[in-house]
């Protein structure tokens, strides 16, 4: 639910999904948890928790790259660290480039995201995004000092 329909990037309000997808996912499968609510004069079912159906891929995943991040974080203090990006780079794996002290980042097929840009593009309704690279590509992120050298490949 935008805040404001006509201007999708002012962000949202909240998530939701319809009655049968609710009907689906959260009653059948209990994949989420969601509270009743009107939007538009339609009522819709506003997410509060999603749950997940996978083993293993829940808080013992978190628990994992919570650790990988810690000991990043520690090791700052102690030694020269320094992330290589040769690859699209997302979630837990984009945050540990930010724990280190010196990025280098490959210039094409190597953007560092949160997440992809379908998804932000299907979470606000709107196609502003084309690739990945407009959100964590080597411009934006050298650019804005995340990286701090590009190159064309990791043997030069």
Known sequence: AFKDPSSPES???????????????????????????TLNGQEVFKITDIIGSEPDLGVENLKGSGLIAGETSSAYDDI????????RTVGIGAYLVRLGQRTIQKTTSSPIIL??????N??????????NDQLGGPAIMYNNGISHITNNDHLS
Not at 80 to 87: D, I, K, N, P, S
Not at 115 to 120: D, E, I, K, R
């Open 11 to 37: 962000g949202a309000d909240f998530l939701y999904v319809n009655k049968s997808d609710y009907e689906r996912l959260g009653v059948s499968r209990k994949d989420l948890i969601a509270e009743a609510t």
């Open 122 to 131: 299907k979470l606000m309704g709107v196609d502003v995004y084309s690739t």
């Open 80 to 87: 020269f660290t320094l992330t290589l990006v040769l690859g």
């Open 115 to 120: 997440t992809g840009y379908q998804a932000l």
